[in-house]
């Protein structure tokens, strides 16, 4: 079933599909896969194929049995644009979404190449939050580009791990910027200067800016637990969501 989530921007997670593989530096120590191996290895339901891509149709009915409106980080455990992911299963996971209009969707991507193509000229449905993944430049940030090529109500950039100064972004047509460290025993670090960059430019564009974690290193530059280390940025927690409705979201 979908699950409560421990991440901070979102409130549960559902999983049509599991298992990817890796296109850009900032896969190169996936959480998601260190966790399906972890299940796999305690026998949990659906991870019998450990971190190989998996189609889960069986998993599609699950918001339409949660009444209360709820908002969904869509594959936490995979990316619903791999290129091994047919059209034809996209398509059920959003007439899902379709069908479920009390429910928020956040679908993030790596595959952004794949975003204009999927939905040409069509709107995505209104309850979903279209997003990608940022985490540097040469890889990163051309991502950008390609998610405002759609006509999303809401595009938002995960800026996580963060793992280089990404320069001056173009933010037209962005609504919300999530910054965020690596965690995990090979976290890389993040400096506090790249993190302040990309706020300045939320703040100065009007994008709402969500500071997540600084992760497996601290703003002191000292390696510790991420708990330890917290999500605190200049004396204060960055909350801001791009839609005031959903301010009580929780990890």
């Not at 594959?75 to 959003?94: G, K, R, T, W, Y």
Request: glycine share 8%; charged share 25%.
């Amino acid at each position: 079933m979908a699950t409560e989530s421990k991440i901070e921007w979102t409130e549960q997670t559902w999983n049509p599909v599991t298992g990817c593989t890796k296109i850009s530096p900032g896969c190169k120590h996936c959480y998601a896969e260190v966790m399906a191996r972890r299940l796999r290895a305690m026998g949990a339901h659906g991870y019998q194929n450990g971190f190989e891509l998996t189609l889960h149709p069986q998993r599609l009915e699950q918001p339409k049995r949660r009444r209360k409106p709820t908002v969904y980080f869509v594959n936490s455990m995979s990316d619903l644009f791999h290129e091994q992911v047919p059209d034809a299963f996209i398509d059920q996971v959003f007439e899902v979404i379709r069908e479920t209009p009390q429910h928020t969707y956040q679908i993030l991507t790596k595959r952004a190449e794949r975003l204009p193509a999927y939905f040409g000229d069509e709107p995505v449905p209104a309850n979903v939050w279209l997003g990608v993944s940022v985490e540097d430049r040469k890889y990163g940030v051309p991502r950008i580009d390609e998610l405002r090529r759609v006509n999303a109500r809401i595009r938002f950039l995960s800026v996580e791990p963060l793992l280089e100064d990404v320069g001056e972004l173009n933010l037209s047509g962005i609504h919300w910027v999530i910054v965020g460290g690596e965690s995990g025993s090979q976290a890389r670090p993040m400096e506090a200067e790249w993190v302040t960059a990309v706020r300045r430019q939320c703040l100065d564009a009007g994008v709402s800016f969500f500071f997540k974690q600084w992760g497996g290193w601290g703003a002191d530059g000292v390696k510790r637990n991420k708990k330890a280390n917290g999500r605190v940025l200049d004396g204060r927690t960055w909350d801001a969501y791009p839609i005031t409705t959903i301010t009580a979201v929780t990890g």
